[in-house]
């Protein structure tokens, strides 16, 4: 039985959605350099002598509405991701996401930047994936595909639908502390995805 650690396939996933986007890497420079600022904050929530190494993410994208429209755009956030040195877990902290990237047909990329510090939020555990999931995972670039065209809810019974259903359902459940957070935004997606807790 084939299985891979969570974490690896997160940064494997988060880094294949940045790289193989035109879009995301033309605006990569910017966040680096944001990054650069809001990781000097990182100091202001590490207790004495604590060692942390952190570094950012880009998230998977999402709809930016629900039920999809004609002109809908892909939104990704950026997330700071931490991990104690001195005391390897595994697990690793999520802080708050700090960056909202709107991608959209015909219109330019836009970037809003939503702290001015990092602010850790709990940590998230981890665990090996199995084949079957891995494959869901490697359905990432189908399911943007479909997010990126659909201008009305998918029929509930298509192949497209369980797809997106699949990777989400299953990324919110490998990345729980991040998808409480995003929750709020969008709401009306989530509901429609109907994961189980």
Same mark, same amino acid.
Request: positive net charge; proline residues 3%.
């Given at each position: 039985m084939k299985i891979i650690s969570a974490s690896i396939i997160a940064a494997i996933l988060m880094a294949a959605l940045t790289t193989g986007d035109q879009e995301l890497d033309k605006l990569k420079p910017v966040l680096d350099q944001k990054w650069k600022e809001l990781a000097k904050t990182i100091s202001s929530f590490l207790p004495p002598n604590r060692t942390e190494s952190w570094d950012y993410r880009i998230t998977v994208p999402f709809p930016e509405s629900w039920p999809p429209k004609a002109g809908n755009?892909?939104?990704?956030?950026?997330? *700071?991701?931490? #991990?104690n040195i001195r005391n390897l877990a595994d697990a690793e902290y999520v802080g708050a996401p700090w960056a909202r990237i709107m991608i959209s047909p015909g219109r330019s990329s836009q970037i809003k930047?939503?702290?001015? %510090?990092?602010? +850790?939020?709990? +940590?998230?555990?981890? +665990? *090996? #994936? $199995?084949? %079957?999931?891995?494959?869901? $995972?490697?359905? +990432?670039?189908?399911? %943007?595909?479909?997010?990126? %065209?659909l201008t009305a809810l998918p029929d509930p019974s298509s192949l497209e639908t369980k797809r997106i259903r699949d990777f989400y359902c299953l990324w919110m459940s490998t990345n729980g502390v991040l998808a409480g957070q995003l929750t709020k935004?969008?709401?009306? $997606? $989530?509901?429609?995805?109907?994961?189980?807790?």
């Open positions: 755009g892909l939104v990704y956030y950026a997330v *700071p991701y931490g #991990l930047y939503l702290t001015t %510090k990092i602010l +850790r939020l709990d +940590r998230q555990g981890v +665990r *090996p #994936l $199995f084949a %079957k999931e891995i494959e869901i $995972f490697d359905s +990432r670039e189908a399911v %943007k595909a479909s997010l990126s %065209k935004d969008h709401k009306s $997606f $989530f509901d429609w995805l109907g994961c189980q807790k």
